[in-house]
């Protein structure tokens, strides 16, 4: 039986979800179906027929770095390119459940999601720059809106 995995990466084309454990431990697989994030080594390719799906292809605006892509690059989160895909999704993930996370939710948030090589920290301080990226944005524009209607 063909997962989605496989479908994602062989029929569509799409490689930047990797396969890392192909047993549903590690997070490498990450994609988000019907805007739920999944491990797509465990789902059939037929039980996602019909479903919306977001691949870390669709994470970027165009050009454009999603914010966390941008944390990820500028704090050292993006150790290596297996396991970075899906720790990115797994951070969309969490910052759309939960905008200001502590240290603890940021670690539980990617509790899924495994790394064996250089440890979390630049992950998690990554997830945090993130978080407070988007307070700022969210921030100027209230100002942006204050300004307009004085
Ligand atoms: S490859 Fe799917 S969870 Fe590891
Ligand atoms: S980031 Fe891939 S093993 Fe550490």
Redesign the pocket.
């Known amino acids: 039986m063909a997962r989605l995995l496989d479908v994602i990466r062989e029929e569509l084309d799409l490689t930047g979800t990797k396969e890392g454990c192909g047993e549903g431990e590690c997070g490498a697989c990450s994609v988000f179906l019907d805007g739920k994030l999944v491990n797509s080594c465990l789902v059939p390719a037929a039980q996602a027929q019909g479903a919306e799906l977001r691949t870390i292809e669709g994470v970027a605006d165009g050009e454009q770095l999603h914010g966390v892509q941008a944390a990820f690059l500028e704090c050292g989160g993006a150790?290596?390119?297996?396991?970075?895909p899906g720790?990115v999704m797994a951070a969309v993930d969490l910052l759309r459940r939960c905008p200001q996370p502590d240290e603890a939710q940021i670690r539980d948030g990617l509790a899924g999601n495994?790394?064996?090589?250089?440890?979390y920290v630049k992950?998690v301080d990554s997830v945090a720059s993130a978080a407070k990226r988007a307070v700022a944005v969210a921030e100027q524009a209230l100002q942006a809106g204050a300004g307009a209607n004085p």
């Not at 495994?114 to 440890?119: H, P, Q, V």
């Open positions: 150790q290596c390119g297996i396991c970075t720790m495994l790394c064996r090589c250089t440890g992950i």
